[in-house]
């Protein structure tokens, strides 16, 4: 959700592979269209305009397919128009044997 009180442009979500482990793939029924995506990364094509106060009106939808088992990281970042150097979050995905 778009929290500030001005409207943000070209909002872009990015999904990446912290090590070997993991390798990602968009879902053939992913809405989101894709701007690149490799077996380590995905960056999703930027929404051009969020108005102050909406929320995230598209769905993200990936897969990731474990490789080794272990605990493997994620790092979810998105940039803006109004946060060009972007923030991030790490997420932990565990793979079973």
């Given at each position: 959700m778009n929290d500030r009180g001005a409207p943000d442009r070209n909002v872009a979500l990015s999904v990446q592979a912290l090590d070997d482990g993991i390798t990602l793939r968009v879902s053939g029924?992913?809405?989101?269209?894709?701007?690149?995506?490799?077996?380590?990364?995905?960056?999703?094509?930027?929404?051009?305009?969020?108005?102050?106060?909406?929320?995230?009106?598209?769905?993200?939808?990936?897969?990731?397919?474990?490789?080794?088992?272990?605990?493997?990281?994620?790092?979810?970042?998105?940039?803006?128009g109004l946060n060009p150097a972007g923030i991030s979050t790490d997420a932990d995905i565990v793979v079973n044997p």
């Open positions: 029924t992913s809405p989101t269209p894709v701007a690149t995506a490799s077996a380590t990364a995905i960056d999703f094509a930027p929404i051009r305009e969020m108005r102050p106060g909406e929320p995230l009106a598209t769905s993200y939808r990936l897969e990731v397919r474990g490789l080794k088992p272990g605990t493997h990281r994620l790092r979810f970042s998105a940039v803006s």
